[in-house]
């Protein structure tokens, strides 16, 4: 599938996933994406565990309140460490660990669409003060310096895509100044 195929199909999914495991090779390609993705001063602050066991996928999605994504047959779990990439002229340490490890999730989710399956950024309630990110860590042994902030399920689906509204392009893109129609 082409690049810009696969930036427009991408979508987030939420329906049933198809009882068909997902190749190693396949997860893996999909972490590897993810980790070429660029990070702040090259601080590699993303980490990944990938993971394809029946038994341990449903450990920690019986974690998850609200439920989400139980027929995923793999999923990939992204954690960050929140180190400081430099201090700027102010003495003020700058930390991109989130920007670092959206650009991951992102290109996760195309090489995802690219091999035919379907996904979705899953972080709410993984990160607030519900802690099951915490939860889903202490499981699989998770040093306490990484956070575990986001689970990709992924799988071949079985619904179809639910196509979320987006803005025209005019509101909230322009050229060579501020032209943008409010909304
Ligand atoms: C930071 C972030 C957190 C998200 N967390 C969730 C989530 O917890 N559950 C969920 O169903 N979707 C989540 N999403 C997916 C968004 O709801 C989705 O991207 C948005 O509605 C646009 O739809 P699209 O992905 O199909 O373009 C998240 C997306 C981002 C970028």
């Not at 954690?79 to 700027?88: G, N, S, V």
């Amino acid at each position: 599938m082409e690049l810009t195929e696969a930036i427009f199909q991408r979508h987030s999914y939420r329906g049933a996933y198809a009882d068909r495991p997902v190749p190693r090779e396949h997860l893996r390609q999909i972490m590897e994406a993810g980790l070429a993705a660029p990070s702040g001063c090259n601080k590699q602050t993303t980490f990944l565990i990938g993971v394809d066991d029946r038994a341990l996928l449903r450990d920690l999605l019986d974690i998850m309140d609200p439920p989400a994504c139980a027929t995923a047959p793999a999923a990939i779990l992204v954690l960050t460490r929140r180190r400081i990439a430099y201090t700027d002229g102010n003495g003020v340490p700058r930390c991109y660990a989130v920007q670092d490890y959206a650009a991951a999730i992102e290109n996760m989710l195309l090489t995802v669409t690219a091999l035919g399956y379907a996904s979705c950024w899953i972080e709410g309630h993984i990160t607030d003060a519900d802690e099951q990110g915490r939860r889903m860590a202490e499981r699989l042994n998770v040093p306490a310096e990484y956070e575990l902030i986001c689970i990709l399920p992924v799988g071949v689906p079985l619904d179809d895509m639910k196509l979320p509204r987006k803005r025209d392009f005019s509101q909230r893109a322009c050229f060579n100044g501020w032209s943008i129609t409010p909304f």
